[in-house]
């Protein structure tokens, strides 16, 4: 059983940056996918970034590539989210996720193909 737990989150003038932090425990975190999803007010959960068990390998959604940099560093038990040129609609709660179980060989995109997840860390962005 892994538990994450966020942090970081804030307010933020638009053009601002944050960074977001995932503590993770009780588990073989080194062994895991690892991702962010944020879920804005009346809309579904979305994808954000994935990164690999040992950081080599990263995926995007269109909308953060250039502004987001996702990293891990497993000798932690943490990853983060760098996020800069921040917008208004990037105004979200903010999910850390792993995937612990199974084999991956795309990093994985979908709500359910992950296993566990943080509380969320809530990020407004102020026009």
């Known amino acids: 059983q892994v538990q994450l737990v966020e942090s970081g989150g804030g307010l933020v003038q638009a053009g601002g940056s944050l960074r977001l932090s995932c503590a993770a425990s009780?588990?073989?975190?080194?062994?895991?996918?690892m991702g962010w999803f944020r879920q804005a007010p009346g809309k579904e959960r979305e994808f954000v970034v994935a990164i690999s068990w040992n950081g080599g390998n990263t995926a995007y959604a269109d909308s953060m590539k250039g502004r987001f940099t996702i990293s891990r560093d497993n000798a932690k038990n943490a990853m983060y989210l760098q996020m800069n040129s921040l917008k208004p609609e990037d105004t979200a709660v903010y999910y850390c996720?792993?995937?612990?179980?199974?084999?991956?060989?795309?990093?994985?995109?979908?709500?359910?193909?992950?296993?566990?997840w943080g509380q969320g860390t809530q990020v407004t962005v102020s026009s």
């Open positions: 009780g588990g073989a975190f080194n062994t895991c996918t």
């Open positions: 996720t792993a995937k612990c179980q199974g084999p991956v060989v795309v990093l994985p995109r979908r709500i359910y193909d992950y296993d566990y």
